[in-house]
């Protein structure tokens, strides 16, 4: 399996530590945060990471090169940052077959190996790494919709949460992830969301997995979220 890791934002919310680099070269414990998102996907073994660039992304292709541990880079550009399933979009040139995404900015230390253990043995769309949350966290982002054991939804920030289970950016997709973020509209604020190209498997009645996180995760999206990562780790 391949590995897409979405790269090209800009991190404002990161300043000033992206004023002059990406997000993905912010050192989180002594070495750039794609390094941690890379080392976690070559433990899986991937034959390839497809590295998604956009801002400063002439940095990230200078600092890697062609390769990372061994295993072959490639980059794609993102020119127009309009969410992550227009990012996703941009690797589909590189995957024949089912593929693992890690969010760029996530430092993950935990069951993904379950994950791809799992996909592997149903045929499902999507198999997804997730985190029960506490109620008033479970707002903040995207978050499932069951009935019984079973996904009917997907929702993203909604006033009121119907579950505290929410995706942890690790996914393992089939190549059936493709035609739905081509059928994703925009949302309010012009982007094209990953998560509702998952709704959209769900409805067309597709399977979608779940493994629950056996770990932890860490979205890194502050100067003061990098601190709090950066004391866990060491």
């Known amino acids: 399996m391949k590995g897409v890791v979405p790269?090209?934002?800009?991190?404002t919310r990161m300043?000033?530590?992206?004023?002059?680099?990406?997000?993905?070269l912010v050192e989180v414990a002594d070495k750039p945060l794609l390094?941690?998102?890379?080392?976690?996907l070559v433990d899986l073994d991937v034959s390839e990471l497809v590295v998604i660039i956009g801002y400063r992304g002439d940095q990230i292709r200078e600092y890697y090169g062609e390769e990372f541990d061994g295993?072959?880079?490639?980059?794609?550009?993102?020119?127009?940052r309009d969410?992550?399933?227009h990012a996703l979009l941009q690797a589909e040139p590189h995957i024949d077959g089912d593929f693992l995404w890690l969010h760029g900015d996530n430092v993950l230390r935990g069951n993904t190996d379950a994950v791809v253990t799992r996909h592997g043995e149903t045929d499902a769309a999507v198999t997804t790494l997730v985190e029960d949350?506490?109620?008033?966290?479970?707002?903040k982002g995207a978050v499932f919709e069951f009935d019984g054991d079973q996904i009917t939804g997907v929702v993203e920030k909604p006033e009121e949460p119907p579950s505290t289970t929410v995706p942890r950016g690790f996914y393992a997709f089939s190549r059936e992830i493709f035609p739905a973020c081509r059928l994703v509209t925009p949302d309010e604020t012009g982007e094209y969301e990953l998560t509702a190209a998952i709704?959209?498997?769900?409805?067309?009645?597709?399977?979608?997995?779940?493994?629950l996180l056996d770990g932890w995760c860490y979205n890194v999206n502050t100067p003061a979220e990098?601190?709090?990562i950066e004391t866990r780790l060491r």
Do not use: D, M, N, W
């Open 35 to 40: 390094t941690h998102v890379f080392e976690t």
């Open 15 to 24: 300043r000033p530590l992206t004023a002059e680099k990406p997000k993905g």
């Open 83 to 85: 969410g992550l399933a």
């Open 199 to 211: 709704e959209l498997l769900v409805l067309a009645g597709r399977r979608i997995e779940t493994v």
């Open 133 to 139: 949350v506490p109620a008033e966290q479970a707002g």
């Open 226 to 228: 990098r601190e709090q």
């Open 71 to 80: 295993v072959p880079i490639t980059y794609e550009r993102q020119e127009s």
């Open 7 to 11: 790269a090209a934002g800009e991190g």
